[in-house]
C-alpha cells in the first residue's frame, strides 16, 4: 500500500476529554469489580473479632449469632477472642482489617463510652460500618433488703436527706453499670457515691454483702438474687418493661422522664466495607435475629433481640456517644 504524506493525521483527544474518559472507565471497573466481589462474598470463612475473653454476654451473642450465619452464609464463621484495651484493641484489629467483609467485629457495651474516656487509635463514628445492632441489654436497679426504699421516688428521696451518702456499686470505671448510676444522679438531683469493683461479680457480692446499697445490675446476674429476696428490684432501666421482670416498673415511668440506659451488641465490619457486602449480611443476620429459639436464647441471657437498618444502628451509637460524653463531663469521670 503506497503511503499518502497528505493523508489527515488524527488529531490527539482533548486532554479534558481524555481525562473523562479514563475517569468513566475506572467507575465502571471498580463497579464492575465491587458487583464480582459481592456476588461471590462469601468465598472463605469469615472472622468475628470478640474484644473480651471467652465467655460473659458479648462472647455469646457472637457465638450464636456465628453458629446461624455460617449456614446461612455457606461459609464458616468464626468468633477471635481479642481481650485488652477495654475492648479497644479488638476494634483497632478490624479497623485495620482490610474492608471486604471477612473481618468484622461485635464490640463490647463500653463501645460508645470508650471515645470519651480512651485516646483511640480510630474514629468510632467513622471508621466501621454498621451492619445490624443485634441486642439490647436493659439493666435493673437493685437495692440490699436492709435500704428503706421500695421505689424510685423513695431512694431518691433517701439519696438526697441520708445524713452519709447512698453508696451505689459500680463494675469498673466508665462501665454502663458506672454510667448508670451517674445519669440517675445527674437526673435526680441526688450525690450516690460510686464504688468501684473490678467487674460486675465482686460488685454484686459486696451489695449481697451490704457493704454498698444500690447497683445496676445486669438482669440474669441480678435476677436469682431478686427471686430469693437477698436484694430488692426497684425498677428496670429500659422503656418499656421486661419479660423477666413484668411486675418491676421502668426508671422513666417512675418519675424520671426520659431514663434509658440500654446496653448493647452491634455487628461491624471496617469502613468502605461494599455496600452489597454490608447489604448480605444485614439481611442474613436479621434472619437468625428472626429465629424464635435465637430470639428465646437470648432473652435468656438477657439479650432482647435487636434489628433495624444499619442506618439505624450509626444514628443509635451517635446518640449513646453524645449522651455518654455529656454524664462524663458533667460527673467529671476520668480514668486513674
Known sequence: MNHNPRAPRALPMPRSRRAILQCALASVCTAGGAAWAADSYPSRPIKIVVPVAAGGGTDFTARLLADRLG??????????????????????????????????????????????????????????????????????????????????????????????????????????????????????GTRMLSVPYKGGGPALSDLLGGHVQVYFSTIPAALPHIESGKVRALAVTSTSRVPELPQVATIDESGLAGFEVTAWFGLFAPARTPAAIIERLHGESSRVLAAPDVRQRLAHHGVMPGGGTPDGLRDYLAADMAKWRRIIQVAGIRLD
Open 71 to 188: 449456614p446461612a452464609l455457606g461459609q464458616a464463621v468464626v468468633v477471635e477472642n481479642r481481650p485488652g484495651g477495654a475492648g479497644n484493641l479488638g476494634v483497632q484489629q478490624v479497623v485495620d482489617a482490610a474492608p471486604d467483609g471477612y473481618t468484622l467485629v461485635m464490640p463490647i457495651t463500653s463501645f460508645p463510652i470508650n471515645p470519651s474516656l480512651y485516646k483511640l487509635g480510630f474514629d468510632t463514628a467513622r471508621d466501621l460500618a454498621p451492619v445490624l445492632l443485634v441486642g439490647t441489654l436493659p439493666l435493673v436497679l437493685v437495692v440490699h433488703p436492709k435500704v428503706p426504699a421500695t421505689n424510685v421516688k423513695e431512694l431518691v428521696q433517701l439519696a438526697t436527706t441520708a445524713s452519709s451518702p447512698v453508696t451505689f456499686a459500680n463494675s469498673g470505671t466508665g462501665t454502663t453499670a458506672h454510667l448508670a448510676g451517674e445519669l440517675f444522679n445527674h437526673m435526680a
